[in-house]
């Protein structure tokens, strides 16, 4: 019980926020922010658990995430733009991001296992700015829009409006952390993966096959970054550059479920978006939005410590 009591917390800091900062604003106003953080925050649970997963299978915190997101949004628009039908536009998304992901994880990643883990990090830095840059290359600065037919239909609940667009984004983050949960807890191939995070030589010892459980990881990591950047493409910005930097505050999701609580992640994730849009609404705090998520995780931080040494699992 004890170990989500940090998290009870931060979501006693969101209703906090949400009092203090919307508290005199109409409901029907300050409702459409909440819903809108709650899209926001699922984007950022959905970025925090495919670098989560990741990292307890490979030891890698893959900073590339964001660039191989933007990457799969841009191809989708780009094949929407020529007429293509649009399950098959998010179709090619997925998959391009997938592959893109297993291209660093086959090729650049077995390499580098043995290295610290400050430098697996610094060179998915470097992959993401390839990545980033070859997008930048093929799609100059522009304004564009990328929509889904969900974005149109919509429901009401408690009085406010929620587009279909939008439950789906808070719906997957949901349905995955279970779906990852019970993958991890109850299959073969993740009980091999929790195997390869506790200690990769034994692993080897005892007949994992390292090379496959691995690739299984970034192929997941690679679908969840491309279904993140569809989603990010439409509800926030159709943007190369603001896609790729989304993974900023997935790490910070990520670490308020200490790069390994995914049930964490989500509460995190969550937290972040809704206070992030609050405080939107307060001409004296909006302007420190951009540093929320890092001060929620590291609030978050601090009450996990407990007064004791703050120990991550690679650690």
């Known amino acids: 019980m004890k170990r989500f009591l940090p998290l009870l917390w931060l979501v006693l800091a969101a209703l906090a926020v949400f009092i203090l900062v919307a ?23 959905l970025g925090g658990i495919g670098l989560v997963v990741l990292y307890r ?102 009085d406010l409006r929620f587009t279909v667009t939008r439950m789906i984004v808070i719906g997957t983050a949901i349905f995955i952390v279970i779906v990852i949960w019970l993958y991890l807890d109850r299959t073969r191939v993740g009980l091999q993966m929790r195997s390869l995070a506790n200690d990769r030589q034994l692993a080897a010892l005892i007949g994992i096959r390292i090379v496959r459980v691995e690739t299984i990881a970034w192929g997941i990591s690679g679908v969840i970054a491309g279904f993140t950047g569809l989603m990010f493409g439409d509800l926030v910005r159709l943007e190369p550059f603001v896609i790729t930097f989304m993974v900023i505050p997935s790490i910070a999701a990520a670490i308020c479920g200490k790069l390994e609580s995914l049930v964490g992640v989500l509460v995190g994730g ?45 650690d």
């Open 23 to 45: 508290g005199k604003t109409p409901f029907r106003i300050s409702g459409l922010f909440l819903v809108s953080g709650l899209a926001v925050g699922a984007l950022y649970s």
């Open 57 to 158: 299978a490979t030891g890698v915190l893959n900073l590339a995430n964001g660039a191989i997101g933007a990457l799969g949004v841009m191809v989708a628009w780009q094949l929407g733009h020529w007429g293509v039908a649009p399950s098959l536009t998010w179709l090619a998304a997925l998959v391009l991001a997938t592959m893109v992901s297993l291209i660093f994880g086959r090729l650049i990643a077995p390499g580098l296992a043995h290295r610290d883990p400050v430098v697996k990090t610094v060179a998915t830095l470097g992959y993401a700015l390839v990545v980033l840059g070859i997008t930048a290359f093929i799609w100059e600065d522009d304004v564009r829009k990328f929509s889904l037919p969900t974005d149109q239909m919509a429901a009401i609940i408690l």
């Open 270 to 314: 969550f937290t972040m978006g809704i206070i992030e849009s609050l405080l939107t609404l307060s001409p004296t705090l909006k302007s420190i939005r951009p540093v929320a998520p890092f001060v929620i995780a590291a609030i978050a931080l601090f009450l996990m410590q407990g007064g004791r040494p703050l120990v991550f699992a690679r």
